[in-house]
């Protein structure tokens, strides 16, 4: 199977072929990964590769696929679709909730300056806690939600200026 995505400005196309021992191949680019691919009794997915696990959950929505890979959310983009980070021409981005949940924990203000990959804030949904995060270096310029608020899936949560173009 080939699936191709975007994320944060990149184009990813991978290849997945399962093996005749029921274990699976991932091919990105020029790396090959051996992965064993089991479900797991709440939805997700139990992925070991390289000698790791990771507990991944996916969820869909049009071409949007949300992908949270142990506790990090990632928003992937089949290309030619728009994205749910409303990007500017300014580098300004609307950060959005990926499912329905709760706001559990900010971890960051209005004005604060944040590095990529920085947890803005976390959400519970289905007993899983998801990290918005940051998509590049640069400032949050507001916070729309506060702690114990319920959001719905594509609310926007925080507005996001990159200090470079790649929000």
């Known amino acids: 199977m080939r699936y191709t995505y975007q994320h944060n400005g990149q184009t990813y ?39 790791q696990s990771h507990i991944v959950y996916t969820a869909k929505q049009g071409d949007q696929r949300f992908v949270q890979v142990d506790g990090a959310s990632y928003t992937l983009t089949v290309p030619g679709t728009k994205s749910t980070r409303r990007a ?29 990959g920085q947890t803005l804030m976390i959400l519970e949904a289905m007993k899983m806690e998801i990290r918005v995060t940051a998509p590049a270096d640069g400032q949050v310029k507001a ?13 926007r949560l925080v507005v996001f200026e990159s200090t470079n173009s790649s929000a």
């Open 13 to 51: 196309t991978l290849n997945l072929e399962q093996q005749p021992d029921g274990q699976y191949v991932v091919t990105i680019g020029d790396r090959t990964i051996p992965v064993n691919i089991q479900s797991i009794s709440n939805g997700g997915w139990r992925l070991s590769l390289n000698g």
């Open 88 to 116: 500017t021409q300014t580098g300004e981005a609307d950060l959005v909730a990926q499912m329905p949940g709760q706001v559990i924990a900010l971890l960051v203000q209005a004005g604060e300056e944040t590095t990529r």
């Open 143 to 155: 916070v729309l939600v506060q702690q114990g608020t319920v959001v719905e899936r594509g609310q």
